[in-house]
DNA sequence: CTGAAAGCGCTTACAG
DNA sequence: CTGAAAGCGCTTACAG
């Protein structure tokens, strides 16, 4: 491989006058500048990152840390960050949790041997250990989804998606609509969504049967086991409407309701949140929320690289949604 | 920062053998190692890649080039390839050419500069100017999807996957069957699938009009825009069924079909590949391809670690498929 | 405007 | 079994 002394050999000069040259950093006269540059183009020199993010302590990488590749969510969240990223020669090393805590901490400090210049962490939970993780690398880290204390945080404003499509189905008429979670150590899935159904409903008068809650674990197919535990556990009153709080567990859902030859939305209504391609293709077509995810991805990363110029970003950045109102209700 | 310096004064011993310890090279006695252990626990020491990678040339990173991040097939294999290459401690970089074949070419010198220890590329096309530049970089390259003269490919096997699909329309009674592929650039996608299309029509005796051939570019709007056109330029000789080359633009197509008042499959058939989750959910369910695409990951993963440790690989591996019979034929 | 020298944090012959 | 020394390929004060 060429190095960088084998430029300066070929162009006469030393090798800090190439380094200049390369960086544009201090004054090299235009001549050598020329001379400098005709060598790289032809020998087709790059400068090895490693010797220089030894020495610079910086290496032009960005460490992501998501809990699944494999959903279109944070596909669409690492698209928008590439997008913001690439855009200034930073790459992306992707790690993925398979939603084990412990990965998340371990990443974390791996991520940091690797020398990367911040991190964005699509956050599925807040724990003490991680928030101490966080803050014993000193390298800027950004969360999504999540908001982790004393860490730049970029949310969604779950609670308010979650309670307007309450108020939707209630306004439709729906008195008994029945829940679809995830477990609670997901503040923001898990629980904010689950709050603003449980206060719009209260807040209008209705009340809730237990037997209408179910709690699946994102997947489709547990959104179908739990539309089949709610209806029944809850036969005589029976809920009109449900409310899943990600496309995928409301798309199992209605799988099974198709499957039982209920009528949606006549004899049950469904939303989602998520505006998968799903929930726009399956028939009926998915009432659901868009969080807008790639521009979720490409705030987060304008965000860290904000941080990694030094400027002092808030600690808390709220991100907008949108209804979007199909037959499935 | 700790470093190994740190380490070795801790542990009263020289930086030799702290790297003996923690790289298990060499003797090393057990009371040093357990001294040496010990304080790299307490200090939660971790080594520096960069400087690690400067001096032994490896990095333990394995780049990806994909063509694009929000599609299943790409993020099921990058699955697989994760994965496998996590049981072995390597990490991703991840790159995304946005079909940008100029990118492909840079992204491959760049992943060289980056020290990785080898790259999957998950190839859409096939040219010179690529080909000379993975022979020049020499460090390990695998292809995924295409067969590059000289590469090491993994390939899904194309011609025979469209061709089953072909004959089974056939085999129901279908003889005007339409086609929506893709660019000829693409020699998998675009070239062999359309091959085996036209070869299994050809045997089978049944003539094909020019007008029945539509030419995507993989997204679902496309399959809905060709699907109108054919369906325009064909009146008098419509076709009865419709083979797509990907599950995305067989869904566009059923779309406009569904819009238009179609039934299917009764008075259009279609056919895609891919086995996509919107394939499966759709009404009808979508006949297609499923390629095993997170196996291709994990093979993939799995042929470039053995290059790593310099076993020889054969040059070229085919992958298997299966055809998933649904409703919408 | 240019260069010599030091040093980033590791590993690896070599010597003992 | 252990250590001193060299060197990987860069950048950056410092000096001129």
Redesign the pocket.
Known sequence: ?T???DIAQMA?????????A??N?????????KRIMKIVEETG????Q???S???KRSGVIGIILPRLSTETSTRVVNGINEELAKEGFQILLTDTELNKQKEIEYIRLLKTRHVDGIILLATNVNEELIKAIHNIDIPVLAIGQELPGVPSLVYDDYHAAADLTNMLIHKGHERIAFIGVTHDDPSVGGLREQAYRDKMKVNGLEIQETWIGQGDFSIESGYEQMKSILKRSKGQEPTALFAVTDRMAIGAMEYLKEQGYTIPEEMAVVGIGASALSKYITPSLTTIDYHNKDAGKKAAELLLRQLKNEKIDKKFELTYRLIMRNSV
Chains 1, 2 share one sequence.
């Open positions: 491989m190095t960088i002394n006469k000069v030393s090798r800090t006058t190439v380094s200049r390369l960086n950093s201090g004054y090299v006269s235009e001549d050598v500048r020199y790059m400068p090895s490693s010797a220089k030894l020495r610079t």
